[in-house]
């Protein structure tokens, strides 16, 4: 297909998106954030990461790389897409925003004229003041696995001028604790308690326990990439788990016959 064919003015009537970068660089359990300085028209004295506009004949990954090189002076490496998110803003034109994440190598950033950098341990996210979004979108971006797919979301607001943020694709991939793929017939064990388990019912830490070390068959996984493992066989009563794939551990790789 020809340029000429990709001429924009057959669309220009339509619905636009402004390119734009978001990357999160980490280093340990700490991520870069920028508080924006007092003369930024926006999110001044907010905190956010590092980003601005995709420039002309640049790819989206080449354009965060020049944003946070410019501002913090840093090199990372593993500099990769965790979301697509639109954002309608009621106008003409809306932005088209993608997410990264990368790791720092070095902790040693240069001042910004955007604002002041600082490492932010995880931890003390929740106490900072960050730009509207960030308090939703960051835990999410950050909790994502190597190798787990982009997500996508879509930001709009309300009547009242409220945000409302709505995501879609929050698949988890289906990979082991050691990256190997699982699929439904599987046979896996369980290899860990998921955090979220240990702060739970009584009764559903109970029979975590129960299962941990054990092994079972994938019967499904569920919209968000949970697997199913089905746990009658090893306890009294009838229980059926759902796991995120990085508690399991590939138990053989030929599926064996019930």
Not at 38 to 51: E, M, R, V
Request: positive net charge; charged residues 25%; without cysteine.
């Amino acid at each position: 297909m020809p340029a000429s064919d990709q001429n924009p003015a057959y669309s220009k009537s339509r619905y636009k998106l402004i390119p734009r970068t978001l990357t999160f660089v980490t280093s340990k359990d700490d991520v870069l954030l920028l508080k924006g300085a007092p003369t930024k028209k926006i999110w001044s004295g907010k905190y956010n990461g590092l980003g601005g506009h995709v420039e002309r004949g640049e790819s989206i990954h080449a354009a965060a790389g020049r944003e946070i090189l410019e501002e913090a002076g840093l090199k990372v490496s593993d500099l990769r897409l965790r979301a697509v998110i639109t954002v309608d803003a009621n106008q003409s034109s809306g932005i088209g925003l993608y997410v990264f994440t990368a790791a720092a190598a070095s902790r040693n950033f240069a001042p910004s004229p955007e604002g002041a950098l600082e490492w932010v341990p995880r931890s003390r996210l929740p106490q900072l003041d960050l730009v509207e979004d960030l308090p939703t979108l960051l835990p999410v971006v950050l909790s994502r696995r190597p190798y787990d797919p982009p997500f996508s979301a879509h930001y709009r607001w309300d009547a009242n001028d409220r945000l409302v943020v709505e995501f879609s694709g929050l698949t988890l991939a289906p990979y082991d604790e050691s990256g190997k793929v699982i699929e439904v017939g599987d046979w896996v064990r369980l290899v860990a308690v998921p955090p979220g388990v240990k702060q739970g019912l009584r009764e559903t830490r109970a029979v975590f326990r129960r299962a941990l070390g054990q092994t079972f068959k994938i019967q499904a996984f569920d919209e968000h990439g949970h697997a199913e493992l089905d746990l009658s066989r090893k306890v009294a009563r009838l229980n059926t788990i759902w796991v995120e794939p990085e508690y399991l551990r590939l138990y053989r790789r030929k599926r064996k016959v019930d």
